[in-house]
């Protein structure tokens, strides 16, 4: 028996997806269809799913096939399979990492609201929202963006056995359809679930 799971929406850490995986690497099933549709997540939680993907196809025959969507964190775990299979109008790809914050300056202003900190070191808590984000701030969260998108390119560039030019032509952050990601090296075949079992048992 094949077994399929899913894997929609927003990912976050998430021990229970991690135990339920490691039941199902214990299980019956002879192989695993990875179903993914998610436009990501947190960094954290993407690579733990990846991580536990890795550990199932170990034991078990394991493909991917993209719904809609597989971006950001949805690619992360599609990484862990050696074979994904996408729709040709699918979307796969955004590598990238994106740290957002909402500052609310001048509202306070406009509002007369002032929030008051004490804080053990100038960095504890940056950027806050409350206050103009400081230069040193702005450096160590550029620091921590670019260091979680060299991980992310490696991956890539590992799982998909690219070089350095065809890694530089995919991971500026954009999605490409399941058409360009072929030969992008992004993914394997165009398909479905029908394809990717023919794949499982070729």
Do not use: C
């Amino acid at each position: 028996a094949i077994a399929r799971i899913n894997i929609d929406g927003l990912i976050r850490s998430d021990q229970s997806r991690v135990e339920a995986l490691e039941r199902l690497g214990r299980s019956p099933a002879a192989a695993v269809v990875v179903h993914i549709n998610s436009p990501g997540g947190t960094t954290a939680g993407a690579e733990q799913l990846y991580d536990s993907l890795v550990r199932l196809k170990a034991r078990k025959p394991l493909v991917v096939v993209v719904g809609g969507l597989a971006a950001s964190g949805g690619y992360i775990a599609a990484l862990a399979s050696d074979h994904i299979v996408a729709q040709q109008s699918s979307l796969v790809g955004s590598i990238g990492v994106l740290f957002q914050y909402p500052n609310f300056t001048e509202l306070l202003k406009t509002v007369g609201v002032q929030v008051e900190t004490v804080k053990s070191s100038p960095l504890k808590a940056a950027p806050n929202g409350y206050e103009p984000t400081s230069p040193e701030a702005r450096a160590a969260l550029d620091a921590l963006v670019k260091d979680s998108y060299a991980w992310f390119r490696d991956l890539v560039r590992d799982r998909r056995g690219m070089d350095a030019a065809q890694i530089d032509k995919v991971a500026d952050g954009r999605v490409f359809t399941g058409r360009q990601a072929i030969p992008l090296k992004l993914i394997d075949q165009l398909g479905d679930e029908k394809t990717a079992v023919a794949w499982l048992v070729a």
